[in-house]
């Protein structure tokens, strides 16, 4: 069997096995979408959303890219942010790095990524100039790779609440509430490192007063 195979055999499995469990599992499932939550994550394969917060499918919308970032012309990414909170109507946005993040790693180097991805981690390496003092000053290349991280994060929820997508539905109905949080790949634990709640002032040079 081609390892390809294997997935769709896998899948014939787990599907058998709802079943049995529930007859109605998938007639219920397909009906309805109501996640309460927003998840935006490294596409890291050792990351995933559902299993590592012990959620179900309906529970959780997902958006994956390396190193989880919120870029503001990135329109597969405001599409989901789009539709999450105006039509599934999200209450949590979570923004979830981990340490260990090679997109993380790569951005500190100095080499040559090649176009693309050396346009993706241009904005890590922006990120790092705003933090450069604190950054610069640790020595230790794991540390300073997992405050970068979790500067990362937060940064990346900074740039959420710049949308108006989100700073129109704060001022409108008081929600989402966002999230920055880091996962550890070595003990498998998620650390809350910054937290927005729903109107929180932001610089006014990014607020929109006519929304
Ligand atoms: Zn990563």
Redesign the pocket.
Known sequence: MKSYEKLLQENKDWATGKLAVDPEYFDRLAQLQTPEFLWI????SR?PANEITGTQPGEIFVHRN???LVVNTDVNLLSVLDFAVNHLKVKHVIIC??Y?????KAAITKHDFKHVLNMWLRNIKDVYRIHRNELDAIENSEKKENRLTELNVREQVFNLAKTSIIQKTWKAEQRPDLHGWVYGLKDGIIKPVFEMKAGTPIDELYEYDDL
Do not use: E, L, P
């Open positions: 994550g490294c596409s890291d990351v390396v190193a989880n790095g981990h260990g993040c090679g997109g993380i």
